[in-house]
């Protein structure tokens, strides 16, 4: 039985007085990184979900970090057709869910940013606003450069960083990445079946309304997103009941 590589156990707890964090690659391994496949499945992945990403945002008023879901189906994608493009590295994998999923990080800067431009008078050009985003993420990185060193390093263990220990796992335990594809491409599906539905076929309808006892003009409506049902699912119950609250509040005053 082939054993199953695993994270080391260090990964996760700060690190003792002189030891020395050995890396899942090794600093002497040189693999292919920076490849064409990897590069291709990244813009892929970071069109779609920047997309869906910006939709979100002006949509809702909040967007999500889609890092766990590119890496699902980054792992997917290599695995699916490893026959073709041959078998893939993990580093590969981890730069093409880096590039997918820093999509989502420049669409939440220019959702939250670019409309005040239009509120003031200001129009923008395509090219303008693909600069200011470049820029933008450019220095992103300039800032980070610097505290990588403490937050990563220094830091180690104290800072749990759920997400990318989430997207470390998923990569290196690719022999499982199947069944966790499968239910984000059924969760796209079920959305997507449900959108055309309510939106293109008008089967069903999206919203309800109620009329409030007493109240001449009071009324309760409710407008059914499966954008919004992934958004609740990913931040979990105790968060998701905050946002609603906050919706709630927010419609009243």
């Known amino acids: 039985m082939t054993e199953v590589r695993r994270l080391p156990e260090s990964a996760h707890r700060a690190l003792k007085p002189g030891e020395v964090y050995t890396p899942y690659v090794p ?82 800067g220019v959702i939250f940013t670019l409309p005040a431009l239009f509120l003031w008078g200001l129009y923008p050009s395509l090219l303008q606003m693909t600069l200011l985003a470049m820029s933008g993420g450019l220095l992103g990185v300039l800032f980070m450069i610097p505290l990588r060193r403490f937050l990563i390093e220094r830091e180690h263990g104290n800072l749990p960083y759920p997400e990318g220990t989430a997207c470390a796992h998923v990569l290196v335990a690719n022999e499982s990445g199947g069944g966790h594809a499968r239910n984000v491409f059924i969760g796209l599906g079920a959305g997507a079946l449900y959108k055309a539905l309510t939106g293109w076929a008008k089967v069903l309808a999206s919203e309800a309304h109620l009329k409030v006892p007493f109240l001449r003009k009071g009324e309760l409506g409710m407008d059914l997103s499966p954008a919004l049902f992934g958004v609740g699912y990913i931040l979990g119950p105790r968060i998701a009941t905050v946002m609603v609250g906050g919706g709630l509040l927010s419609s009243l005053i």
């Open 27 to 108: 600093a002497h391994e040189q693999p292919n990184e920076f490849t064409v496949k990897a590069l291709f499945f990244g813009v892929l992945f970071g069109i779609l979900f920047g997309a869906a990403n910006a939709y979100l945002g002006l949509r809702a008023g909040l967007t999500i970090s889609t890092s766990i879901a590119v890496a699902v189906m980054t792992v997917a994608a290599f695995s699916a057709l490893k026959k073709f493009c041959g078998s893939a590295h993990i580093l590969e994998a981890n730069l093409a869910q880096t590039v997918g999923s820093s999509s989502s990080s420049v669409a939440s």
